[in-house]
């Protein structure tokens, strides 16, 4: 059975049918990449999966329990809980640029007061990307790669079963592409699926186990990395 | 000499007033202010609306003529005038309205100018709007407004001559009793007094600014 499922979900603004009834599945530890030209509803799919976009319909299911489902209306403080499962690093980082990188990792984990231990993890979590001796920096003293895995330990700090990465190539320099690759690879460990939205091919080929190729907001192709570029 | 210091004397408790006027304007515009910014950015359109409609016409319009009206009109229209006895009382509620509105819109456009990504960065973090305001957006907020908020306050301190037209004695109007006397240059020396506060504003504003430069964006 799949880890992670999504079924049929659609999106539009308007008339304008932006995720048109995407179905896919992921198993444990994988990297999925949503592909496809600009436009294509890349984005929308994965604001979707976070609720910033709420679907018109659809459901997701993880590990088998369904914990999304379309409905008209949904309290907020639902919604909320939904998205604990999720976690988004987004295209421009949105870095929270009066707090340092601790404070930025640990802001969520501190008001939610889930875990007591979580500035250690946030310790943890900054070592192993890297970042020990920039904890106490602001967000605008960093290069582009450093405020991206910011993001990602902020993410990461509220341990989500699903992360997700808007575009994580495009603010970087080709050299730094792959050491992202790298990185997100190496997060297998740490979250349960993983879900890439880029346009670079090349990137997707090397990060991913599975492949969704949108054309006009449905799915043009799913399949295996392997397969797909065979 | 004997005069300058009684002259210095009278001008600085008329000055006083301006300074009660000022103090009590911000006290209570301030806030005011946020409730109107609320309220033009509201989802409830007649709400909003109102706000808006309330806000073009203080902004349209000159602040001595809305002192006056204040003043007069409760009396033309109704045969109540409430302010007879206390000038003072209209046009402190005629400043706070105007200052109100033009601070609504500072903080409009401080609210407005923090990108959609740190709300929805706060959204995906699991925190509820009131987390992310008070958490995320206010702070940036405050940040943005320092500098067209200094500019209002300085602005403020000058408008606090124009009470005048209703007969509230401040310092200009104290330097008009002597300039009817003949004697022209307290009339003058009261560009030190509002020179003294605006340059003390001038300098607290900048500290404020400073206490924020720590970080960019």
Known sequence: MAYFEVRNISKSFNEYKAVDDVSFMLEKGEILSIIGPSGVGKTTLLRCLNLLEYPDKGEYILNGEKIFEATEEMPE????????????????????????????????????????????????????????????????TLSGGQQQRVAIARALELNPEVICFDEPTSALDPELADNICKLIRSLKKEVSAIIVVTHDMNFAKKVSDRIICLKDGKVDRFDTVENYFS | MNRFFTVSYDLLLGFATSIRLFILTLLFALPLGLIICFGSMSKIKPLACFCRIIIWIIRGTPLMLQILVVFYVPGILFNMPLFANNRFLAALITFVINYACYFSEIYRGGIESVPIGQYEAGKVLGLNNKEIFFNIILMQVIKKIVPPLSNEVITLVKDTSLVRVISVVEIIKVAEKYTAKGLIWPLFYTGVYYLILSGLLTVMFAYIEKCFAYYRG
């Open chain 1, 77 to 140: 403080n639902e919604i909320r809980s939904i998205r604990k499962h999720f976690g988004l690093v987004f295209q421009n980082f949105n870095l929270f640029p009066q707090y340092t990188v601790k404070e930025n990792v640990t802001l969520a984990a501190k008001l939610n007061n889930i875990d007591p231990d979580y500035r250690n993890k946030a310790d943890e979590l900054l070592k192993k990307l890297g970042l020990e001796d920039k904890a106490d920096a602001y967000p605008y």
